[in-house]
Nanobody, 123 residues
Framework: QVQLVESGGGLVQAGGSLRLSCAAS????????LGWFRQAPGKEREFVAG????????YYVNSVKGRFTISRDNAKNTVYLQMNSLKPEDTAVYYC????????????????WGQGTQVTVSS
């Protein structure tokens, strides 16, 4: 069993930055693929970024490439999402997710989910 707790969300002006963190419990964290998803009001949850167990491979949705960076620290059981050059359309609840055999962009392949953290970008 893995529990995920996100933090770092908030209100920021367009062009600003935020770093989201997701702390995980469980001794098998380092073996899991991890991902960040987001859900804006009235929209479906969408994949944002993913990272494999070692951190060697990362994946991004096209709309955040070059602006967001996913990373992980297995010693701290934490995954991060550095978000730069934020836009109003990045406003959403952001969720982290973990799974043993994930397909990065496929939400149903993740087993564990956090409760989410709100990110609001003002114009």
């Amino acid at each position: 069993q893995v529990q995920l707790v996100e933090s770092g969300g908030g209100l920021v002006q367009a062009g600003g930055s935020l770093r989201l963190s997701c702390a995980a419990s469980g001794r098998t964290f380092s073996s899991y693929g991890l991902g960040w998803f987001r859900q804006a009001p009235g929209k479906e949850r969408e994949f944002v970024a993913g990272i494999n167990w070692s951190g060697a491979s990362t994946y991004y949705v096209n709309s955040v490439k070059g602006r967001f960076t996913i990373s992980r620290d297995n010693a701290k059981n934490t995954v991060y999402l550095q978000m730069n050059s934020l836009k109003p359309e990045d406003t959403a609840v952001y969720y982290c997710a973990a799974g043993g055999r994930v397909r990065p962009g496929v939400s149903s392949s993740y087993t564990y989910w956090g409760q989410g953290t709100q990110v609001t970008v003002s114009s």
